[in-house]
């Protein structure tokens, strides 16, 4: 077992992975949310949805997210991830505006372009962060960690931010990953308790500027890549 230190960019490597954890947590399946009416929050409404959502872009905002970090915004993000017309979610935009989005249970995410709004610490941009019961007073908080906070097999990732709060084994999981979709650009994760980014079986194609900072295991770990 390698490991990579803990304030680092991305530095691809292969490495062999033995850690604590059960792998067959990461291959659930989590229920994907029913699409919903529009709940505008923010400075939208639901005209503006309307035409964001024609011209293929959902931002989480319309369907119901806060980030506010105070807010339990899983079930409005997935929501959006599955949302698109049809069906039809291949490749199609889902915006993501800076703010705190309290997660209280892992993502799993088709094949979208996830996209928030970068900021090169968890002091402003888009953040997504595990809802600790030891600091979040929300009925829906985490008192066990996550296997993951996001996973994707297709798709795109930029601008965002990860913050496991000590709740999440690892922040980004890319498994079974192939093709020239797949891109990450923009990437800060820290508070894991495993790794900050694991790539199982994935194909690296367009990895730029992915941090791992603070976390209390991996930085970047790959298997069978």
Same mark, same amino acid.
């Given at each position: 077992?390698?490991? @990579?230190?803990? *304030?680092?960019?991305?530095?691809? =490597? #292969? @490495?062999?992975?033995?850690?604590? $954890?059960?792998? =067959?947590? $990461? $291959?659930?399946? %989590?229920?994907?949310?029913?699409? %919903?009416?529009?709940? %505008?929050?923010? &400075? @939208? *409404?639901?005209? #503006?949805?309307? #035409? @964001?959502?024609?011209?293929?872009?959902? &931002?989480?905002?319309? $369907?119901?997210?806060v980030g506010d970090g105070k807010t339990d915004d899983t079930d409005a993000i997935m929501a959006a991830v599955y949302g698109h017309k049809q069906g039809d979610f291949f490749l199609k935009k889902v915006f993501v505006p800076a703010g705190r989005y309290l997660i209280t249970r892992p993502m799993k995410l088709p094949a979208v372009r996830l996209e928030g709004e970068y900021h090169w610490t968890l002091n402003a941009g888009t953040v997504f962060e595990v809802a600790s019961c030891a600091k979040h007073q929300i009925d829906t908080c985490v008192d066990s960690p996550l296997p993951y906070v996001i996973q994707m097999h297709a798709g795109q990732a930029h601008n965002i931010g990860i913050y496991g709060n000590d709740m999440a084994a690892v922040g980004y999981f890319s498994n079974n990953f192939s093709g020239p979709i797949h891109q990450m650009h923009n990437m800060y994760v820290t508070g894991t308790l495993e790794m900050a980014y694991f790539f199982h079986s994935s194909e690296v194609a367009d990895f730029q500027n992915l941090i791992a900072a603070n976390n209390r295991g991996h930085g970047f770990v790959f298997e069978n890549c």
């Open positions: 077992m390698k490991r @990579l230190t803990r *304030d680092a960019h991305v530095i691809l =490597t #292969t @490495l062999t992975l033995a850690t604590s $954890f059960v792998l =067959t947590a $990461f $291959f659930a399946t %989590p229920t994907q949310a029913a699409k %919903p009416t529009w709940q %505008p929050t923010g &400075n @939208l *409404d639901a005209l #503006t949805c309307e #035409t @964001l959502y024609a011209s293929g872009v959902l &931002n989480v905002k319309c $369907f119901g997210a």
